[in-house]
């Protein structure tokens, strides 16, 4: 069965320091994988998504993700991170084998200083 | 495009009482995705609904079932309510149709609390 963990519950990052989430994951081929955020209260929005191709890809709000195979990562990465991009985040794996269901990490909640 | 709608927002339920959450997908989306997320823990897979039937399954007692309608609005049912039910429900819509790199929206949740 696929498993992914984050093993940062908590990340406190100084306003306008850089930002590495880190997640790996294990299933038995390259799944889909996901990056989401999700406030207080909210609902989750979609950060970033790898299907194939590059390992590095951009997303929204300024965030980045890599995928490494031989790491089973796909760690997020911002160059500097902004007050409102505190909240939690959740990466999450899918079989490939069409559009099926997500396997969620527990969370790494972010914290950002002044 | 509304994106998916949840409700209600806030439910509070008496322990042993049943409760039907409600979604609407994003316009153009044709598959229901229903997800708990307890209190500090990542979401976790309660079942997906694709053409008005329960297409797969996650780890969940037969006290929770779903229902998909004509429109590709959805329901979910959980009877018999524990205190352990009390959660954030979510629920996320996608287009199967014939391509699979699609991605899940997200509604913003039903708060669930089971006194």
């Known amino acids: 069965a696929q498993s992914v963990t984050q093993p940062d519950i908590h990340i406190t990052v100084s306003e306008g320091a850089s930002l590495e989430l880190r997640c790996n994951y294990s299933y038995g081929a390259t799944p889909y994988l996901f990056w989401y955020v999700q406030s207080p209260g909210q609902g989750l929005q979609l950060l970033q998504k790898?299907?194939?191709?590059?390992?590095l890809v951009q997303g929204i709000k300024g965030f980045e993700a890599e995928f490494k195979r031989s790491q089973s990562s796909f760690n997020l990465r911002k160059p500097s991170v902004h007050w409102s991009d505190a909240a939690e985040y959740f990466c999450a794996v899918a079989p490939n084998s069409g559009y099926s269901t997500l396997t969620f990490g527990k969370g790494t909640m972010l914290l950002v200083s002044p | 495009d509304a994106g998916v709608t949840q409700s209600p927002t806030h439910l509070i339920k008496t322990r042993g009482q049943q409760v039907t959450l409600r979604c609407s997908p994003k316009?153009?989306?044709?598959?229901v995705s229903w997800y708990q997320q307890a209190l500090g823990q990542g979401p976790q897979f309660i079942f997906q609904?694709?053409?008005?039937?329960?297409?797969q399954r996650g780890n969940f007692p037969d006290r929770f079932s779903g229902h998909q309608f004509p429109n590709y609005s959805s329901e979910l049912n959980v009877n018999a309510l524990l205190l352990g039910d009390s959660a954030l429900y979510l629920c996320?819509?996608?287009?199967?149709?014939?391509?699979?790199?699609?991605?899940?929206?997200f509604g913003q949740g039903t708060r669930l609390t089971v006194v």
């Open positions: 609904y694709y053409e008005e039937e329960e297409r």
């Open positions: 316009s153009g989306h044709d598959t």
């Open positions: 790898y299907f194939s191709g590059d390992t």
């Open positions: 996320a819509s996608s287009f199967l149709g014939s391509t699979s790199n699609t991605e899940a929206f």
